[in-house]
């Protein structure tokens, strides 16, 4: 039994530092924070938001005022600095940045 709860403290302490956190800045603050983590500038953070909203190319571009183009490109450029490969794969990378902030 003992061991299962050295297993279970972890998970239980970081989803109440979590708590505190996102009570303290607001989930929108700690996805900012994680944003500038990775070193994203100003388009690529307005860029990545649309992402992780779930937003496709098409949309992404049509709200911002920008070419489909524009954005897959600074979509690339915004993997390759989270070192992800795919949308899912940075969602993930965010979330988990998010965590450990």
Known sequence: MRIIRSRL????MMRSRMAVRSARYGYHQLEEMA????????????IARCL????TY????EAMHLSKSTIKGNARIIFEKTSATDRAQFERRIHH???RL
């Not at 944003?35 to 307005?46: G, M, N, Q, V």
């Not at 098409?58 to 571009?61: L, P, S, V």
Request: hydrophobic share 50%; charged share 35%.
């Open 9 to 12: 403290l972890p998970t239980t």
């Open 35 to 46: 944003l500038r983590a990775f070193e994203l500038d100003r388009l690529e953070r307005h």
């Open 52 to 55: 992780l909203a779930g937003m």
């Open 58 to 61: 098409d949309e992404a571009a």
């Open 97 to 99: 940045m998010i965590e």
